[in-house]
Each structure stands twice: as C-alpha cells, then as structure tokens.
C-alpha cells in the first residue's frame, strides 16, 4: 500500500466537496481512524444512486440508517422497507454510553441523541403500521406476472386481459375482479369479445386463476383494493426535516416476490407522477430497496430492462435509489452500471460461490492502493471499502472507512410508541379503512344476474302460453329483451360510462394516473 501520508492526504482532498454533503466517516489506515480524512458524499450526488452491500450482520442497516438520518436532516423524504424490524428505532433518540462516544470521539463525530420524524406503513394493514394498497389496474400486468411466477405466453395473457378490461371500462381494483374478468372471457359471450385479438385459451386462462387462488392464499388479498395508496404521500416534510416512510414486511420469507415487486410498484409510481427536475441541489426522495436480490431472481429480460430504465430516468424526476444486498453480483449489470456511490461492507469467502462473489466485487471498484481481495474480508463491523461520485461526477478515491453512528436508536421502537405514532398520523383516517366499490366483479355479476332473471321470466312467458287454451291477442308493446333489460341497468350504465377510456399504462404496464 502506499505511504500513510499520502493516502490520508489523497482521501482528504478526493473528498474535499464544496455543497452539503453526507458524513459517512473517517479513513482507516492500520486500523487507526484518520478524522481529517472525512469520507462523505455530496448531497447533490444522491440522486445519482447507489449500492450498500455486505454480508449478514457486517452493518449494512445501520449505514441505511446513518444516511437516512443526514438526508433527513438535509429536508430530503427518505422510504425504506425495514425487513427486520430494527429501522423502526429512527424514529427514537438513540441510548449513548462510554463505548459509543469513545467510537464517535475517535472519528471526529460529535454525537448528539436524535429521533427524526417517521410514518409507519404496511402492505395492506398486515402489521402495527398504516395500510398501503394498490388496484390491480394501477399495479399492470408485468408486475403482477412476476409476482405470480408466469411465463412469457402467460405474460403475454395476462397483457391481453388488462387491455380487454381497460377498453371494456371493467376497473380491475382487486383480484375478485380480475377474476371475474378471467371467467367471463372464458365463457361462450367472453370468447366473442376476445376473437379479433386473438382470443385467450382455456388451458393459459386455467393457470392464471390457480395462481391467482395460490396467491390469495398467501394473504395478498389484502394488499389489493382502495384506497390507493398515493406516492405523493413520501414526499413530506416536517418542521424542516424530510419525513423517513418506512414500510413494515412481516413475513418476508412467505412472499418475497409480491414485497420486493410491490416496492417497485412504488417506484413506477413516482416516476409516473412526479415532474422532471433535471440535475438539483438535493434530491426531493431517496429510496433504499432492501433485500434487492428478491426483486430479481427469475425476473424476466423485459421486466430487467424495464427496472433498468426505471432507474436510469427517475434520476431526473429528483429521486435516488440505493440498493441494500450482500453482494454487487445480485444486481444486473444494467442497473449496476448506474450506481454512482459504493458503500461495500465485509464479505465472507468461506465457499467457492463466495470466492467467485468476491472477485466479482473486487472488479466493479476503481484501481486503488488497497488489495481488496483481502481487505473486503477483513473489514470489522460498522467499517466498509467506500468510492462515491464526487460533485464533477468522477469517482473518489477507494477508502477503508469506519463509519458514524447513527444518533437514533439503534434498535426497534417499543409496540407502544409504533402504535401511537401511527394513530397520530393523519395518514392513517385516510387509508386506514378499505373501501370496496362498484367495480369489473359487480358489473359482470349484474350483467349475469340480469340474463340469469330475464331468461328465467322467458320460461315462464312460455309456460304459460302452452297452458292457455285459446291464444290471446298480442300484446301492443313486447317486454323488454335480455339486451334492453342489461342495457337499462344501473351496472350497465356505469359501465358504458366508463366505456372507451383506455388507461393508459407506462413502465412495467403499470396504469398512469391521469
């Protein structure tokens, strides 16, 4: 490695930036923290996104939450999934003690006990937190093919559908309604309406609905329906400070895929929605995707591409995106192309896959001084091998870096204090209670129910002309057909409204509010 000096002096000035920036930490050189040597990131570089990786238990939560707190201090809207449960604590002043300011003292960091403001969220109320739901129309049909593990032809099915539902004014807000979409296209009236776009087959069809009742027994009836959750609310502020949303994800082992796509349903959200900004001072959200390799493990070439552009243009709109995994390798190299900053916690070579991991990882960095081979796995806790986009854009120097402590606590928060902030919340009279209206279900069920009672009173007409004698003179005015009766119906009407107005659906097929 080269002489001390000149690594301390090169790091001070590879991060010496004019702007507000985010304090990581200090240089490490031989296991003695260098606090001149603050490693930081510019502020204006964070919606340049980002990876945060490492092995288990190496720290890579507590750098979440180190940078949440900055950006949240900085007025930047953070959202974070907390997998596990210990983000909650941000919201919490954190407990100090001897051995956490000798640390803090050692690398320059004066430390003062913080909470910072934080909304609590759910997937559809599964947990202490506020209800977050999406319509099947909005969530599109790529998305939901990921989650429900079909193939391309299935796909290509579920595309169709979406597009018969959208032209046919049948609003898909939950999955009875996709359901009853499926079943009538199925049947001898649907297959009518299906054959000048090529029609959908029994067989495709059959596989959609078994996994649509595998999915529904997972409990993701709960995370469709109204209210829709609106994006908008991520982007809050409170008495100056940006509002860190974290989203609870019980049970993640069960539905890995349904979480890590629905928080990419978040993000399609955004970039439908928000503005473009260009290049700004500071971001207006920054969005950390825990768990990262679970959004793509058997994802799709289309659906990699379509996170890739997501990514690579949601930049302009203002937000950034930071990975959260264990190593740069469970990120597709089109995404990971497009990640500016590098905070690479320990990693572990106990089997050849981890050897391979750690070659690959020793790649993605710049030429430096270090043998990051060896350095990688023998990095402590709380330390990391950070490089990061300076303010002109080129990457700083590799630096072994011991990293701040976060100043709130660094733990979860009690059941009493989640349940207290979420009932505060004005966030949680809004989507606390589900609604269930008129939709694709309730207009299929009326049009049936309508033919059902119309063919009965014609069976009857006919019963009762065979059992008169003598015929009776017709009637001036004929009843009312099947036809007429469906079409003077109030389910009708509402749907001939609706009727014509595609949605239109933008990355991932997801709808774009209008």
Do not use: C
């Not at 490693?39 to 964070?46: A, K, N, S, T, Y």
């Not at 980002?50 to 953070?78: C, F, H, I, N, Y």
């Not at 499926?182 to 596989?207: P, R």
């Not at 539905?255 to 629905?262: D, I, N």
């Amino acid at each position: 490695m080269a002489e001390k000096a000149d690594v301390v002096e090169t790091v001070k000035q590879g991060y010496a930036f004019e702007g507000a920036a985010l304090e990581l930490g200090a240089l490490l050189v031989d296991g003695e923290p260098k606090p001149e040597a603050a490693v930081r990131i510019p502020l204006g570089m964070m919606n340049r996104h980002g990876l945060v990786a490492g092995a288990t238990g190496t720290g890579k939560t507590k750098t979440l939450q180190l940078m949440a707190e900055q950006l949240s201090a900085a007025g930047v809207a953070v959202f974070a999934a907390d997998v596990k449960g210990d983000l909650s604590g941000i919201s919490q002043p954190g407990a100090g003690g001897d051995k956490l300011l000798a640390r803090t003292k050692a690398i320059g960091q004066q430390w003062t006990a913080s909470g910072f403001p934080t909304e609590f969220y759910a997937l559809g109320g599964q947990g202490t937190g506020i209800p977050i739901r999406a319509t099947i129309t909005s969530f599109g049909p790529v998305l939901l093919s990921k989650v429900l593990g079909l193939n391309d032809v299935q796909e290509s099915s579920l595309g169709l559908i979406f597009h018969y539902a959208d032209k046919a004014g049948l609003t898909l807000l939950d999955l009875k309604d996709l359901r009853a979409v499926i079943q009538h296209l199925t049947s001898d009236e649907g297959k009518e309406d299906l054959k000048e776009l090529g029609g959908l087959s029994a067989a495709t069809a059959g596989v959609i609905l078994r996994a649509l009742i595998g999915f529904a027994d997972q409990g993701a009836e709960a995370f469709f329906g109204e209210p829709e959750f609106d994006t908008a609310d991520l982007l809050q502020q409170r008495d100056g400070k940006g509002v860190i949303s974290l989203l609870e994800l019980p049970n993640l082992q069960d539905r890995p895929a349904l979480f890590s796509t629905f928080l990419m349903w978040l993000l399609a959200d955004l970039f439908h929605d928000l503005p473009e900004v260009g290049d700004v001072d500071k971001p207006k959200l920054v969005f950390f995707f825990d768990e990262a390799h679970l959004l793509f493990n058997d994802a799709s070439k289309a659906f990699l591409d379509s996170i890739a552009q997501t990514v690579r243009l949601i930049r302009s709109k203002g937000v950034g995106v930071f990975f959260v995994t264990q190593t740069p390798k469970d990120v597709p190299d089109a995404v990971l192309a497009q990640l500016g900053s590098r905070v690479q916690h320990q990693l572990r070579a106990h089997t050849p896959n981890d050897a391979k991991a750690l070659k690959a990882t020793v790649s993605t960095f710049p030429s430096s001084a270090y043998d990051l081979g060896e350095v990688l796995t023998q990095l402590g806790i709380g330390e990391a091998i950070v490089t990061v986009m300076n303010e002109s854009g080129a990457p700083t120097p590799v630096a072994w870096t011991r990293l701040r402590a976060p100043q709130s606590l660094m733990a979860p928060a009690s059941a009493e204090q989640l349940t207290a902030a979420v009932q505060a919340s004005p966030n949680n009279a809004k989507y606390s209670d589900a609604v269930d209206r008129e939709s694709a279900y309730e207009i299929l069920a009326a049009k049936v129910q309508a033919g059902a009672a119309q063919a009965e009173a014609e069976k009857q007409q006919q019963e009762q002309a065979k059992q008169e004698e003598a015929p009776r003179p017709r009637a001036q005015k004929q009843e009312k057909s099947m036809v007429e009766q469906v079409i003077g119906s109030t389910a009708f009407k509402q749907f001939a409204r609706s009727a014509g107005r595609e949605i239109v659906r933008g990355l991932f097929g997801a709808a774009r509010k209008r």
